[in-house]
């Protein structure tokens, strides 16, 4: 095998690197997964150019949504220059011929891995959701067909119990990402490893969400204008990140998730995590007459 | 055979349990055969027999854990009608989660044993649905106090626990809801003198105090003799002989039930 043979050009390839009865199934079932928000989906999880555990189920999914006038964007962690997110753009470009896009407002579809654009998403985008771990029930019941019959029968006890016990032991809720919801009233839910900052976005959203996990073989969905509700205890409220505070080093918005940067001297820096959206940030100052979008969050609090 | 049990204190009440030719074999081993019982509200029923004699797999179709070959199970109570194995299991679970207490013989099979005593206890009224966390502390912690635990370790898990402990986070467990009825499956054995005693103790107060309908499953007779109103003996799956409990330890009639009551006594 040599380089050469690595990089053959897209045109031999079925369109979307998946072939046409991969990509009819996994319609099929995102389908089924948007009919029933929230349930996780079973599918036939194919081999992708990419090692299980870095994103293969939500590259499938956008293989199979993808042509070639939607403008794609991947971001990881919020950030869009990381290795896997460029190099996953490249890939989806590749072989679909889609152009790519750093910017949220321009972006139709968007794979992200544990993170939401700040910018709040129109009813024309579809995010797609990265996810290692689609069974919220697995660290309370380890037998997958048991933790199958306690999604049939709503039986969440365990999870609320989870959160008791945090609480008992730490004086809070200590899950810090994947946060148990309640979609639409009915299934939990994990939202993707997407820090608590991001869950309310998820709430009543106008687009159309799709989490897929690629090792598991998992799809499930969050429609457009649908509940998701994190549990919480009547009397301990939902309470995200603390960083409604913290101003952006680098592009001086304040009021957004932030990443912390650790100093020489002990202290730390904060950049916003959304890296496309302060680089937008940073043109707007410039006065390089940057569109920006309405945003989920102002300072600190979200705005719906 | 079919025995019926109207002694002279329990007959003013319709019956709370109603077992009636209850079967059930496990390949060519007969558990149970043809047993009907009754149980009547706020009363005790002992249960006794050698290893083998079906005691537990009763209780368990008491709780719903099993499904017989044939008869019939009703409770007496306002939204309960039918037979209550013709459930399916979701109904099936939520009765018992909700009016049916069990407290078993191995701790490991009725607690998490690695989440807090106090989470033992809300893991009940959460699926009962209660989602206030002030409210589901302060059940949790007045269902352990009516159980003599004490209240210092109530968030140490019961692995930490002594076995007598771990039985007392059980009947906590059992009777945070206050069920209609409680189900106890040799809930001293593999306990101490002492501490067989202190659980006994509590188990006779919250009968006497909050008229808690039980079923208990031994085969030491001096428990049974100490809890039991009426007493059930039986034997390779069937029951041999049912009365109150003086009556069947003072002048036991059958046989195998005069060795019982002689070996121990």
């Known amino acids: ?304 | 055979m079919t025995l019926t049990l109207d002694g002279p204190r329990i007959v003013k009440t319709a019956p709370l349990v109603q077992l009636r030719g209850v079967n059930k074999s496990y390949g060519s081993v007969v558990a149970l055969c043809d047993v009907s019982a009754t149980v009547y509200p706020g009363e005790v029923l002992g249960i006794v027999g050698e290893s083998g004699s079906g005691k537990s797999t009763l209780l368990r179709m008491m709780n719903l854990e099993e499904t017989p070959d044939a008869g019939s199970y009703t409770l007496d109570l306002p939204d309960l009608d039918g037979n209550l194995f013709d459930l399916d299991r979701f109904a099936r679970r939520m009765l018992c989660a909700t009016r049916i207490g069990i407290v078993y013989q191995n701790p490991h099979l009725g607690l998490l044993m690695k989440n807090s005593s106090s989470g033992n206890v809300a893991e009940r009224l959460l699926v009962a649905g209660e989602r206030r966390f002030a409210v589901l502390r302060e059940k949790a912690r007045a269902a352990l106090a009516a159980s003599e635990f004490p209240l210092e370790r109530l968030d140490a898990p019961p692995i930490e626990l002594s076995g007598g402990m771990q039985q007392r986070v059980q009947l906590a467990k059992a009777i945070a809801l206050e069920p209609a009825l409680l189900l106890l499956d040799e809930p001293t054995t593999g306990l101490d003198v002492s501490v067989q005693a202190l659980v006994l103790d509590t188990l006779k107060r919250l009968q006497r105090d909050r008229h808690i309908t039980m079923v208990i499953v031994s085969h030491d007779l001096g428990v049974i003799r100490t809890l039991a109103d009426r007493v059930m003996v039986m034997r390779r799956g069937a029951v041999v002989e049912a009365g109150l409990a003086d009556q069947i330890f003072q002048d036991p009639q059958h046989p195998y039930t005069q060795q019982l009551v002689h070996a121990k006594l």
């Not at chain 1, 409220?237 to 932030?258: A, N, Q």
């Not at chain 1, 904060?270 to 937008?280: C, I």
Request: aromatic fraction near 8%.
């Open chain 1, 1 to 304: 095998m040599s380089l050469a043979s690595l990089t053959k050009p897209w045109a031999p390839m079925s369109y979307g690197f998946l072939d046409a009865s991969a990509k009819r199934e996994l319609r099929r079932k995102m389908i089924k997964a948007v009919c029933v928000p929230g349930c996780q989906m079973p599918y036939a999880s194919r081999e992708v150019p990419m090692a299980r555990g870095w994103g293969t189920g939500g590259l499938q999914v956008s293989l199979t949504l993808i042509h070639p006038q939607m403008r794609v964007k991947v971001i990881d962690q919020g950030a869009d220059d990381s290795v896997n997110a460029a190099s996953i753009r490249r890939f989806l470009a590749r072989v679909s011929g889609a152009p790519v896009t750093l910017d949220t407002l321009e972006a139709d579809l968007i794979q992200s891995r544990h993170r939401i654009p700040e910018e709040i998403l129109r009813e024309d985008q579809v995010l797609v959701l990265q996810v290692p771990n689609p069974e919220p029930l697995r660290s309370v019941q380890p037998n997958m067909s048991i933790a199958r019959q306690m999604h049939g029968d709503a039986d969440y006890g365990r999870m609320w119990l989870q959160l008791y016990e945090q609480i008992v032991r730490s004086g809070r809720v200590m899950q810090g990402a994947s946060y148990p919801s309640m979609v639409n009233g009915r299934h939990v839910m994990t939202p993707s490893p997407i820090p608590r900052w991001d869950v309310p976005k998820l709430h009543m959203a106008r687009h159309l969400t799709i989490l897929s996990a690629g090792r598991e073989k998992r799809i499930f969905a969050v429609p457009p204008y649908t509940r998701v509700e994190p549990l919480v205890f009547d009397d301990v409220p939902y309470r995200v990140e603390d960083h409604g505070g913290l101003t952006c080093y680098r592009s001086g918005t304040k009021g957004f998730f932030m990443n912390e940067i650790p100093q020489g001297d002990g202290s730390s820096a904060y950049e916003v995590s959304d890296s496309a959206f302060g680089v937008k940030a940073i043109r707007t100052r410039e006065g390089k007459g940057i569109e920006m979008g309405e945003t989920w969050y102002k300072d600190g609090a979200m705005t719906q």
